[in-house]
């Protein structure tokens, strides 16, 4: 069984908001669109906001980005 304390689970949820932005940055250099550059800011918004998170019950942010 692995158990995940805040800083572990942050950490995942962290470079995963990261990943994702890039690959969207990436993608948008060659077919540049509004909804990517909405997209890459609310990741950007997402991982700014990840570390005033109070519990890990409380990391929608992934959600919210997933969602994006």
Not at 8 to 30: D, G, Q, T
């Amino acid at each position: 069984m692995v158990v995940f304390d805040c800083c572990n689970a942050e950490a995942i949820v962290a470079a995963k908001l990261h990943n994702s932005r890039a690959l969207l940055l990436k993608l948008n250099r060659r077919r540049h669109t509004d909804e990517a550059l909405i997209a890459i800011a609310l990741l950007a918004d997402c991982m700014d906001k990840l570390s005033l998170a109070e519990s890990m019950d409380a990391r929608g942010y992934e959600g919210k980005a997933a969602a994006a």
